[in-house]
């Protein structure tokens, strides 16, 4: 609850961190949690569970094989990549567009927004919903298409100025990504984050 103060967790010895887990997700399933946990330390998994129903209607059970839309958590794993990818000095974050992906149809795009423009919603960007997303939306699959999305639109602010959250400017980042490692984005966070 958001009116709730969190107690200080006492610490947990890790041989009894599975039955700490186990209580404390106990708790939230009463609360209406529905999806799967799986802790893990060093590749050894300490804890995995599936809670709640992946289909209601159908009264079919969450299993730790249930396939769960990330949505724009996976936000969170394209900014590891590029964080990744800097740290290899593979690109800087004040890098511009044009100099990672040169054939971006843009010019705006290709000579002021800079990687961390992105990273930080800044980039002036929108989102690639709307017309030319409804039609194909269910056939959408790589980051390739999703940036036919958008890769004729100016952005909609001056780079760098103000945070408008945008899904195109993460798909930006993704082309990124593989373009710099030849690999493919979806292969990229397989191997790299999970």
């Known amino acids: ?10 610490a947990v010895a890790e041989a009894d961190l599975p ?45 730790l094989d249930t396939p769960f839309n990330l949505a724009s958590i996976n936000k969170m794993f394209t900014a590891l990549l590029v964080a990744q990818l800097q740290e290899q000095g593979k690109l800087s974050f004040s890098d511009k567009v044009g100099k990672l992906l040169p054939d971006w149809p843009q010019a ?19 989102q690639y919903w709307g017309h030319a ?14 940036g036919e999305l958008f890769h004729d639109d100016k952005p909609a602010a001056e780079p760098g100025k103000h945070f408008h959250y945008s899904n195109n400017g993460y798909v930006l980042l993704g082309l990124i990504a593989e373009r710099i490692s030849g690999e493919d984005y979806y292969d990229l966070v397989r191997k790299r984050i999970y």
């Open 108 to 126: 705006d795009v290709r000579d002021s927004i800079s990687v961390d423009h992105p990273l930080t919603h800044t980039s002036g960007l929108d």
């Open 19 to 63: 039955k700490a887990i186990a209580s404390l997700m106990d708790r939230q399933k009463a609360k209406g949690f529905t999806g799967a946990v799986i802790v893990a330390r060093k590749d050894r998994p300490l804890f995995a569970h599936a809670y709640g129903e992946a289909d209601r209607g159908r009264c079919r059970a969450n299993t």
């Open 133 to 146: 997303h409804a039609p194909k939306a269910a056939t959408l699959d790589t980051a390739a298409e999703y």
């Open 1 to 10: 609850e958001a009116d709730e103060v969190a107690a200080p967790v006492p």
